[in-house]
């Protein structure tokens, strides 16, 4: 595992968006990540944000 701060692409429904700047250990073999409470804390509320974009978007 490597300590990495790095973006990381996002996808749902067919639309991409990026989460800047996401701290976390990084396995270059599988692409396991692990994060902290805290970083998977703002990850999940950027995914969740995003759905709700894409959502509102289409009308649903």
Known sequence: MV???KD??????????????VTGDFCPECGECMFSPKE?????AAMLEFNKQ???A???
């Open 3 to 5: 300590r990495q701060t």
């Open 8 to 21: 990381m692409p996002y996808s749902y429904e067919g639309q991409t968006t990026v989460i800047p700047a």
């Open 40 to 44: 998977s804390d703002r990850i999940g």
């Open 58 to 60: 289409r009308g649903a």
């Open 54 to 56: 894409v959502k509102g």
